[in-house]
């Protein structure tokens, strides 16, 4: 069996003529006729270094050029092989989203018609820092709100704290920065400061929130916020009517925090007062 199909094979390649052996022709799919389908020249390789393209052989001397402004906007300085391996120039590739580093702390909802925001924000910002004993009750007493009910009356059924009240908070407890930029929000939050933000509401009123992120390739900004189903949410920051952006750096080596941190009955610790 062996020897006749030696013999066979042999019958056959002998039926072949050289050119036949360089040369395929494309399938009949679809029923074309042989003469129909174009002839395919596979050329023999050329190993003396021109890469003029003609037998689809190249030795590296001289890469293929590649088109920078495919897509427009976009330059790899004519690299055909950039850093990431990608055919984008990898110099403009937008960065990735920015969020606060670890695990962050829930942030209590509010009824729509309280004062309370400017607590929760604060609570908000000691609970993510890590700073031990400092809870709400103790932001509503340096407010003046020495008990469970005057903080009822005052952030609850009451217009909360004013504005100046509010920076005084901020510069007697943390250390911070005024911002202005979603640039700025993004060096801050990539170094683990938190933003406070105040925004003008629709009826004119302040509310206190917290930046926690951003995607400055988007201009989206995800905050914990005191109004918001499940305590954060993400919008664009164009869509923000901003009147301060304080980055929060750190937290004060005061009598202020020695005082409100090392105090006990705490009695405001959870979401709501009672």
Known sequence: MRNSNVVELNSTLELL???ELYSFKGGLAGGQSETEI?????????????????GGFDDGSNPPGWNDDDPPGWNDNDDPFPPDGGGIDDNNTPPPPNNLPGTLPAMCQQDPDSGSCAVRALDWVGKYLGVSGLNKDDFAEFFGAKTPAEAFN?????????PSQYHTAINSFFTSTNISSPTDINIHVGQGHPVLTTLIMPDGGLH??????????????????SLAG??????????????????????????????????TGDWWTHCSIY
Do not use: C, R
Request: glycine share 14%.
């Open 17 to 19: 003529n050289e050119s």
């Open 38 to 54: 174009p002839e395919v020249i596979i050329p023999a390789p050329d190993h003396g270094g021109n890469d003029d393209g003609d």
């Open 154 to 162: 005052t952030f609850e059924i009451g217009p909360g704290t004013t």
């Open 208 to 225: 206190a929130t917290v930046i926690t992120g951003i995607d400055v390739s988007t201009g989206m900004v995800t905050m914990a916020n």
């Open 230 to 263: 499940g305590g954060f949410e993400t919008v664009a920051f164009s869509s923000l009517n901003i009147a301060g952006l304080n980055a929060i750096t750190g937290v004060q080596n005061n009598s202020v925090v020695t005082k409100y941190t090392s105090d």
